[in-house]
């Protein structure tokens, strides 16, 4: 069966050892998580962890019903690119002395990205988008010599109306009050 | 103002609180505070010793199998908490509520390698249902209540407190908890609208169904409703190794064992079935085998109270998401009366081949040399007890001879280490399945190498007079991997025969009655004397080491391709 990225949400309550929990359902099945975000959620004491990871539906599927099984976990979601609007964010120090020599100008302007900082050694840039967008930026910047690079991991809102979660968290206040 | 006590004491109290009545333990360094209230006998919990932190959470995994209710295991820090592992892991994968504490270095002192420090949660993470370090004593009633809640409620498991030392030693008031609710975990699922209906549509409908029943069926306590509803609409039902004793073994509905030593005609008429109901079972590899030849013809509904075990081995037709009993109750008054006497009379047929050509020789229980077989000694101790006992095995030939051989009439009748396969388990399982339950009479079949795995808890078994009747299936060799080294590794016995000590003479050094029986013209008078003995009892019994264990449906095999014995495969007319 084919691979393909799949993006996970997992809604959790705020504690120590959640990161362990879900990790060690990857690692379980050898999979290597791509990249992770984790932050709070528009749900006061709710944390979002986002996590992208190449692999067959089923396996993810089954995947995303052993992260919900965990006690603290309130439930995890698995989702596909066209379900969700994603980011990235990119750092990229470059020497400054190689910046004043080239066209930076028309780069930073064709790439959307911005200059955070200009030292008299280096210069950071900074870049909001998909992968594919970060990297093309990357190989613009490459022939000036990349001293460091840092690319984040998604950051994801879902194209439905409310946190995915809501509905859920819903239900279980309703069964407290019967 | 409220009386202040110390987290220890605060400890015992909230055990005592959330119903336990006894605990298995072993003291050390970074739990001495808490035995010191132990000491004090507190809140009628009583404290049983083990020898090792491994028998104490096997005797707290045979207690709780026994009784329904939640396993306590005490354990000092680092060595003492890494030895629960296989114990948390069994549990975990048999659905047994456990609720260990482990003792735990102080707070200024984690991740500084402290003496006895070891990281427990992150060991214990992947084996338990929870986990949860409590370094305050204000927060010890609280984390055990949620504890208990969550080790017994919903697919039940083992749970693991890791009590830093300041808060066994700090005080705090104790306040009796309310029932916990946590919103992130749901207890007690209903089922999806109208798939009871679409259950009942599915049985109704169906010429050849067959009811699969699991351990959740004893652990929902869902036995009444299982056996009506197979006698109302006449459906034959197998039992997976866990759910044995669930429905009783003379009930006209019951079909057999499941699984590759399982009897021939559920695992035939698997594959045979147009719709299976599979209930509080996940589909185990041991009794699916290949996953892509099980049940080819059958629409199959699955109730678990785990939606994780929807479609992970077999792909199901309906899923009902909520606990055996609620399912089966709201099943029967959907469900249509029928006979299907000739689909109930096709198990017979292969049944009655099974007792001819596989039973009949391990019943007459003779081999050369006076030798026995193993069916045959349990067929004849279980029956000594007039099928009443509480069954316990260790794992190997001596747990398939003892699973198939035995005949039960209560429910909760049989604990085995069912998905870890723990050698060693059963000594102690069956000494807390004793002190569950002592009005019944607790017989454990084991093998001379599971025995000596955790032979240390003979130690409990004299200082607390457990009486636990021992049959040792002696074949002085490790006979389950011996029969696979026959069958599949050209009979080369690497490291499978045992040199073992004078097992009599072992059990009258810690006081308990023994008998060798070295030959089958001594076996009934044996039992006899094992059974009139007031106390525990050892019987070493002289078995055939050629002895092994059939039907048999090896690895990579379609639940109905089944060996009758090493060389022929069952050919169902």
Known sequence: ?178 | MEEMITGSEILIRSLADNGADCMFGYPGGQIMPVYDKIYNNLYGVRHYLARHEQGAIHAAEGYARATGKTGVVVTTSGPGAMNLLTGLADALMDSTPIVAISGQVGCSMLGKDAFQESDVISSVLPVTKWALQVRRAEDIAPAISRAFFIANSGRPGPVVIDLARDAQIGTAAYEKQEAPFIRSYDSDPEPEEGAIEEAARLLNAAERPLVLAGHGIMISGAEKALAELVEKAGLPVGCTMLGLSGIPSDHPQYVGMLGMHGNLGPNINTNRADVILAVGMRFDDRVTGDVRKYAPDAKIIHIDIDASEFDKMIKCDLHVHSDAKKALEALLPLAERKDRKAWRASFDKHRKIEEERVMARELACNAPDGKMLMGGVVRKVCEAFGNDAIVVTDVGQNQMFAVKYSRFNKSRSLISSGGLGTMGYGLPAAIGAKIGEPERPVVLFCGDGGLQMTIEELGMIMEYGVDVKIVLLNNNFLGNVRQWQHLFFSGRYSSTPMVNPDFRMLAGAYGIGAADVADASQLDAAIGEMKAHKGAFLLNVNIDETDMVFPMTPGGNGVDEILLNESEYYKPV
């Not at chain 1, 979002?48 to 995890?76: G, L, N, W």
């Not at chain 1, 120090?93 to 780069?107: A, F, H, L, M, Y």
């Open chain 1, 1 to 178: 069966m084919e691979e393909q990225l799949f993006t996970i949400s997992v809604f959790t309550e705020n504690r120590v050892t959640l990161l362990h929990q879900i990790s060690m359902i990857f690692s379980r099945r050898c999979l290597n998580i791509d990249s992770l975000t984790v932050s709070a959620c528009s749900i006061e004491g709710v944390h979002k962890f986002t996590i992208t990871c190449y692999s067959t539906r089923p396996m993810m599927e089954h995947v995303v019903k052993q992260i919900e099984k965990r006690i603290d976990v309130i439930k995890a979601f698995l989702l596909t690119d066209s379900e969700i609007l994603f980011q990235e964010v990119a750092l990229y120090k470059v020497p400054t002395e190689s910046v004043v020599n080239t066209d930076i100008e028309d780069i930073v302007r064709r790439h959307g990205a911005r200059v955070l900082e200009i030292h008299p050694e280096y210069t950071v840039f900074e870049k909001t988008g998909h992968t594919d967008e970060i990297m093309e930026l990357y190989a613009h910047l490459k022939p000036l010599g990349i001293r460091q690079f840092v690319r984040s991991g998604r950051v994801v809102v879902t194209r439905s109306s409310r946190e995915l979660v809501d509905e859920f968290l819903e239900k279980r206040m309703k069964k407290l009050q019967d």
